[in-house]
């Protein structure tokens, strides 16, 4: 079995933003994504999932090391300062590259 590294892209932000970052995902390379709508808390308080327009929205890309930086570096340059999100990636291994 051949394994080939790629990135795993996770983003927890309003769900207002949600368009606003797969479009972003889009301009950077990305193939695609899969997005959830997710409940917690943290300091900027309670999120609830059931309603749009307070809510939070987690979407994960799989993609290439250089797409993962450069989104990355995107959502700090363009939405961080103004919105409540978080980003990170993590190191995973995929079989079928191509679709990545």
Avoid: W
Avoid at 52 to 65: F, M, Q, R, T, Y
Wanted: aromatic share 4%.
């Amino acid at each position: 079995m051949n394994l080939h590294p790629m990135k795993l892209v996770t983003i927890i932000c309003e769900s207002v933003l949600e368009e606003r970052v797969v479009e972003l995902l889009r301009e950077c390379g990305a193939h695609g994504h899969t997005a959830f709508d997710v409940r917690g808390s943290g300091n900027q308080g309670q999120r609830s999932a059931d309603m749009l327009e307070s809510g939070n929205v987690k979407i994960n890309a799989i993609v290439k090391p250089a797409v993962s930086e450069l989104l990355l570096q995107k959502l700090h340059d363009d939405l961080f300062k103004s919105y409540a999100m978080i980003a990170y990636e993590t190191d995973v291994r995929v079989l079928r590259p191509q679709k990545f």
